[in-house]
C-alpha cells in the first residue's frame, strides 16, 4: 500500500499490488562512477532529493550512503549520495517501506553508476502505476456511489478489490473499485465471483514466476556477473520500462485468444 515519503519503521515489505518477491536479491558487477558534477551540504542533499536532513543522517548513519569528504567542520556530498537518495525518494514514492528500501540500497555497491540505478529504478518501479487510496468506510461509499453492505464487503475483499487495514478502512484504487462495483451489479453469484478471482491470482502468480525465471537466466544473471557491456546498462533500464506494456498487452491478447477457443470448444461439446 502506498505510504507518505518521510522515513518511517513501519512493517510491511512492499507496496500493494507486489508479490513478496517485488525487492529482488539485486546485486551488481562494480561499476564506475560518473564525474563528480555535483557537491552539496547535508541540508543541500537533502532538499535536491526532496528527504529530510534527519532521514539523510539516518541512511548515512546505517552506512547505506558513503563517506562525505570532511572540508573542516563541513561534510561535503556529491553525486554518489544524490543518486542513492533520489532511489530512496522513488521507492518510498511507490510505497516501499524503510526496511524494504534498507535491503535494496544494501545491495547496491557504493561505486555504482548513474545506469546501475536507472536499472534498478526499472526494476522496482511497480506494474500497477496507479497509487493506491487508503478510505475510511464513508468515503469508500462515496466512491462506489452507493451504500455497501457486509455482504458487498466481503465480497470485495474476497476478490481483492479492496484490502481491509486498522480502524475500519480500506486500500483500494479508483480502477479497482470501478471493477469491483460493476462485479456487485452482475447477477452472478458471489461464490463464482470468489472463485474466478482464486483461480485469476493462482495462474497470475505462477506465470509471473516463469517469466521473471525466463528473465533472470537470460538477462539479469549476465547483467550481474559483468558479461554485459557497461554501454548497454541505460539500454537495459530502457528495455524494461518499455518491455512492462508489451508484456501486458500480450497476456490481454493470449488470454483473449485462449478465450475464443474454450468458447469454440464448449460450444462443439455442447449436446
Given amino acids: 500500500m502506498r505510504t507518505d515519503s518521510s522515513a518511517r519503521l513501519g512493517s510491511g515489505d512492499v507496496p ?9 536479491d539485486v546485486s551488481y558487477p562494480t561499476g564506475v562512477v560518473s564525474a563528480i558534477e555535483d557537491e552539496f551540504t547535508i541540508d543541500e542533499l537533502a532538499a535536491r532529493t526532496g528527504l529530510t536532513v534527519r532521514t539523510v543522517r539516518y541512511y548515512a548513519s546505517e552506512g547505506l550512503l558513503p563517506p562525505p569528504v570532511r572540508r573542516g ?44 540505478f536507472a536499472v ?33 464487503i466481503e465480497l470485495l475483499l474476497a476478490v481483492g478489490v479492496i484490502e481491509q487495514l486498522a480502524d475500519d ?23 463464482v465471483l470468489r472463485n474466478a478471482s482464486n483461480v485469476i491470482d493462482t495462474h497470475a502468480i505462477a506465470l509471473a514466476d516463469e517469466l521473471s525465471e525466463l528473465f533472470r537466466e537470460g538477462v539479469w544473471e549476465p547483467f550481474r556477473r559483468g558479461e554485459m557491456p557497461r554501454a548497454d546498462h541505460e539500454q537495459l533500464a530502457v528495455m524494461l520500462s518499455r518491455l512492462r506494456p508489451l508484456v501486458v498487452q500480450g497476456l490481454v ?3 483473449g485468444r485462449a478465450s475464443d477457443r474454450a468458447a469454440r470448444r464448449s460450444l462443439h461439446e455442447t449436446p
Avoid at 500493494?16 to 529482488?24: F, Q, T
Fill in 16 to 24: 500493494s499490488g507486489l508479490s513478496p518477491a517485488a525487492v529482488p
Fill in 73 to 116: 567542520r563541513v561534510a561535503v556530498y556529491s553525486t554518489p549520495h544524490r543518486m542513492r537518495l533520489e532511489l530512496v525518494r522513488e521507492l518510498q514514492d511507490h510505497g516501499y517501506t524503510l526496511a524494504a528500501i534498507e535491503r535494496v540500497l544494501s545491495r547496491i555497491p557504493m561505486d555504482a553508476s548513474a545506469a546501475d
Fill in 120 to 152: 534498478q529504478s526499472a526494476l522496482l518501479t511497480p506494474w500497477t502505476p496507479e497509487p493506491a487510496e487508503q478510505l475510511d468506510r464513508l468515503d469508500l461509499e462515496r466512491r462506489a456511489g452507493r451504500r455497501l453492505s457486509e455482504a458487498d
Fill in 169 to 191: 478502512r480500506f486500500d483500494t484504487t479508483p480502477t479497482l473499485l470501478g471493477i469491483g462495483i460493476e462485479l456487485l451489479d452482475l447477477p452472478i453469484p458471489a461464490a
Fill in 253 to 255: 491478447n493470449s488470454f
